[in-house]
């Protein structure tokens, strides 16, 4: 055997070592973190909110309601309940709740009625949810008409002060330090599609001009994550502390050639991000409880879609699909519609 060959193969040896000592490395991260993940997924003929360990080594079905269809699970801050979706009846008869329950399952109370995406107030007692547009249901995500916000101390529900012209909005998120609501608009406010950064006590209302969806604060503020297409997730970074904040360039991508990627989430201490991850396709209205659109849509089926993990604390850009698998993990496999991932860290007992 020549030399150059021999060097040749000691070299891949190495490489092969070092990639799976990154392997090792990220999976031991994501296998010691006390972070869980609860997302919505379709099990036994009904939408169900099961609960997975950060590496995906166990799943736990919270809700295991059967005909009880709940959707669009969102934990609070501290971790300690979940607010979450659910379905009564069906087509244009069906009514879509508000409900909260504690982060183990018990506890489950109704908050409204007609609610869409909601997400938490920093302080972990305030929901602030999008109102449906009319009576009747729509599965459409931007089927919403202004924001309101539920008080759980008090169960007071409250307009937002600059609610009237705040129309079509979706998947609304919470600024760390209260000031602002970061939603996607669409075929609404004068607006075709874009993302808003919404004044969450006052009327100022400013277009990040950016194409996407679904965006989130990482829990510093620091920065904005969002679906800046149906094959790609971004990172900005953005002053939050400005009455006027603007984006900055993109600091971490995510990219997959031949799959869907949806609903991205921060995990609690900034490193990581969820997403979810599917062909594409509208639907199977042939299960019950389930809706014909696009398959990121809440109450949509999406066969074959499964909640991914990615780190971003080294910025750059990670393709999905493509070897070496360091950078992302599945944290779930069976491809039951698992969707809308949301991170918390459960109060310790």
């Given at each position: 055997?020549?030399?150059?060959?021999?060097?040749?193969?000691?070299?891949?040896?190495?490489?092969?070592?070092?990639?799976?000592?990154?392997?090792?490395?990220?999976?031991?991260?994501?296998?010691?973190?006390?972070?869980?993940?609860?997302?919505?997924?379709?099990?036994?003929?009904?939408?169900?909110?099961?609960?997975?360990?950060?590496?995906?080594?166990?799943?736990?079905?919270?809700?295991?309601?059967?005909?009880?269809?709940?959707?669009?699970?969102?934990?609070?801050?501290?971790?300690?309940?979940?607010?979450?979706?659910?379905?009564?009846?069906?087509?244009?008869?069906?009514?879509?709740?508000?409900?909260?329950?504690?982060?183990?399952?018990?506890?489950?109370?109704?908050?409204?009625?007609?609610?869409?995406?909601q997400c938490w107030a920093p302080d972990s007692q305030t929901i602030a949810f999008l109102p449906q547009e009319y009576p009747k249901f729509n599965v459409t995500d931007y089927y919403t008409k202004g924001i309101s916000f539920h008080h759980l101390p008090s169960g007071k529900t409250r307009e937002h002060v600059n609610t009237k012209p705040l129309h079509h909005l979706y998947n609304i998120s919470y600024a760390p330090n209260g000031k602002w609501i970061v939603a996607t608009v669409h075929a609404g406010m004068g607006h075709r599609h874009t993302n808003l950064l919404i004044e969450a006590n006052g009327g100022k209302i400013i277009d990040l001009g950016i194409d996407g969806c679904r965006p989130t604060f990482s829990p510093d503020g620091k920065h904005i994550a969002w679906g800046a297409g149906d094959h790609e997730l971004a990172v900005v970074p953005i002053d939050i502390d400005s009455d006027h904040p603007k984006l900055g360039k993109k600091v971490f991508q995510v990219f997959d050639k031949q799959n869907k990627i949806y609903h991205v989430d921060w995990s609690p201490d900034g490193r990581f991000l969820s997403f979810s991850r599917g062909p594409n396709g509208k639907g199977d209205i042939t299960k019950p409880g389930t809706y014909e659109a696009a398959c990121e849509i809440v109450g949509v089926h999406a066969n074959g879609w499964n909640i991914f993990a990615v780190k971003v604390a080294n910025g750059g850009a990670v393709t999905i699909g493509h070897k070496p698998v360091y950078e992302w993990l599945p944290l779930t496999q069976n491809g039951h519609s698992n969707k809308e991932s949301d991170w918390f860290l459960p109060p310790s007992k």
């Open positions: 055997m020549k030399p150059t060959k021999i060097s040749a193969l000691l070299f891949s040896a190495v490489l092969l070592q070092a990639l799976t000592l990154q392997a090792g490395n990220v999976r031991e991260e994501l296998a010691g973190s006390k972070f869980k993940l609860v997302h919505e997924a379709y099990a036994n003929n009904n939408w169900e909110l099961f609960v997975t360990s950060a590496d995906g080594t166990s799943s736990v079905n919270l809700t295991n309601t059967p005909g009880v269809n709940e959707l669009y699970p969102q934990a609070s801050p501290d971790g300690t309940r979940i607010c979450f979706l659910v379905d009564f009846g069906t087509g244009r008869a069906t009514v879509r709740s508000l409900w909260v329950m504690n982060s183990d399952g018990t506890g489950r109370k109704k908050v409204t009625d007609r609610a869409r995406q």
